[in-house]
């Protein structure tokens, strides 16, 4: 029984990282010395660099590290309603200040997908090709000087004749290949600038240019992921773990099965906060 209630406690704590992490994935929230939130780190029992560094690990990793909480029971003792509200009430402060947009818009930039380079000229691959087939010829001649075997040096005079005769070509803007090589420079280039233009819409969409929509878009997911939780779902135990006895639901997202351990008071108190906070980010 005390295992499956500090269990459900740890789970408890994690819920309280759901909306949070749903707003950035990489930003770091950073605690300032206010004695309400000073408090809520003391009944968990960590330092405020502790926390912090919890807080940053969950930003990057989208989940709660909450190692050396030593007094995490103390929140399950009290109103995990109330220390959520001051979390929840903690984040929209910080993330719609300007640290948070500067913070946002390094970030966004950082996510911008990079352009292709341009692509080369014809005469730049014109140069190229005719600078590699004069190396090659000189390789090849070099080669032949002390080539011993008479079928060896055979297919090698062979193979420098062609490469001679490209050269001419090439020279002459009569070459096939290089046309293909040209052609080829042409395609690969629309080719990945198709891939970036691509990229470009969806980075526009994941990260649009105002904060505020891109903390919008994040709630939604969180509101999204958890969303008809079934808090009176049965469990059962097989190898050693605790799953539900509805196969459907052991199929839901991680952040759905968070929001089932941690209760329907926890769950409902962080939506309905997301929900009131959607309406007002128009």
Not at 71 to 89: F, M
């Amino acid at each position: 029984m005390k295992k499956n209630i500090i269990s459900r406690l740890f789970t408890a704590v994690k819920i309280l990282c759901i909306a949070v992490w749903a707003l950035s994935c990489t930003m770091l929230v950073a605690f300032k010395a206010d004695k309400l939130y000073a408090d809520v780190w003391a009944q968990l029992g960590l330092s405020q660099s502790k926390a912090t560094t919890n807080i940053k690990g969950s930003f990057l990793s989208g989940y709660l590290q909450f190692y050396g909480a030593r007094n995490i029971k103390n929140i399950a003792a009290g109103d995990r309603q109330a220390v959520t509200k001051d979390l929840l009430v903690y984040t929209k402060q910080y993330v719609q200040g300007d640290e948070f947009r500067k913070e946002y818009d390094a970030y966004r930039s950082q996510q911008k997908p990079s352009a292709p380079a341009p692509p080369k000229t014809d005469e730049e691959v014109r140069t190229k090709y005719i600078k590699e087939l004069k190396e090659g010829i000189a390789n090849l001649e070099k080669g032949l000087q002390t080539m011993a075997d008479p079928e060896m040096k055979k297919t090698i005079g062979e193979t420098l004749t062609m490469f001679k005769q490209n050269l001419k070509d090439a020279e002459a803007n009569k070459s096939d290949m290089l046309n293909m090589m040209i052609e080829g420079e042409k395609q690969t280039y629309d080719y990945r600038k198709k891939d970036f233009d691509n990229a470009m819409e969806a980075w526009e969409k994941t990260f649009p240019a105002s904060s505020n929509a891109y903390i919008k878009l994040r709630l939604q997911e969180m509101l999204d992921a958890t969303e008809g939780v079934d808090f009176n779902a049965q469990l059962t135990e097989k190898y050693g773990h605790k799953v539900f006895v509805n196969k459907t639901y052991e199929s839901k997202n991680p952040h759905w099965k968070m929001a089932f351990r941690a209760g329907k008071d926890v769950t409902t108190t962080v939506r309905g906060f997301a929900q009131e906070w959607i309406k007002e980010l128009k």
